[in-house]
């Protein structure tokens, strides 16, 4: 039976200026020709000109990124140290294989301007227009169109980012992990620190990564291609590189419609 996939990760890039500064991943190419010197270290006597095809050897790169460079996974683990009321944030390498695979909804959100808080509100009115009601294991997508960004700096400010009860709100329904195309969950932390310096309610900062203390849960930030799924009909894929006690793991994250 023929299967649509659709990819909904962005590729890791060397110097993309999408990232704060140290955070913008840094990629050393070894190209076939310095290869082939390479694995002449490991096979004494050998002349790479004459016993390796056309001289060439192997390719490979050295990558200096974080966890949190390109379509990823963040665990409770990245938002604190506690979650739900009080138990141990789970790692990345913690994360129940189940949550990472289910059931798909796509949110529409391209309608709310760069910087909007979405609140449990908005979150029920899309699901009433939607007539779809969330089972627990479902996967919640919000294509906010900030990944149309990618690969400027401009993309760190642009999308709206979910709140703490729109968060919760999902999270009361069975919900354990969700995704974004924007750069955070979260509205863009220069949208966050304006309104701080106005009102000085540390309430706001993190609101939405900060619900996980209450419930723990996962997403997945800078998606992309979420136009290109249909509202329902899909299963998400994201599986995350297994890395021992860390906050986040890259996914290829992956959507299959189902036929």
């Known amino acids: 039976m023929p299967r649509t996939f659709i990819d909904l990760s962005i590729a890791i890039e060397h110097g993309l200026p999408s990232d ?3 955070m913008i991943p840094n990629i050393q190419y070894v190209g076939h020709d310095e290869g082939a010197s390479q694995m002449a270290m490991f096979f004494p006597g050998i002349d790479p000109v004459k016993d390796l095809p056309d001289g060439k050897g192997w390719a490979l790169e050295s990558i200096t990124l974080t966890t949190h460079s390109g379509t990823h996974l963040d665990a409770p683990w990245h938002y604190h140290p506690k979650m739900s009321g009080g138990k141990k944030a789970l ?12 059931r798909g909804v796509k949110l529409d959100f391209r309608k709310f301007s760069d910087g909007y808080l979405v609140t449990a509100k908005d979150m029920e009115r899309a699901f009433g227009d939607l007539r779809y009601t969330l089972s627990e294991g479902d996967i919640v997508l919000v294509n906010t169109g900030a990944d149309k960004w990618w690969g400027r700096p401009e993309y760190l400010v642009k999308g709206c980012g ?10 009361e329904r069975g919900v354990r992990v969700v995704g974004t195309d924007a750069w955070s969950w979260d509205r863009p932390l220069p949208s966050i620190a304006q309104d701080f310096a106005k009102t000085h309610d540390p309430s706001i900062i993190w609101e939405g990564h900060f619900a996980s203390i209450e419930c723990g849960y996962c997403h997945i930030e800078k998606l992309t291609n979420l136009d290109l799924l249909p509202t329902t009909g899909f299963t998400v894929f994201c599986f995350p590189v297994k890395i021992k006690n860390a906050s986040a793991g890259w996914i290829r994250a992956v959507a299959r419609i189902d036929e």
């Open 162 to 171: 979910m709140g703490r009860e729109a968060t919760l709100w999902l999270c």
């Open 91 to 102: 790692t990345i390498d913690e994360i129940p294989l189940e949550w990472c695979m289910g």
């Open 20 to 22: 704060p500064p140290q």
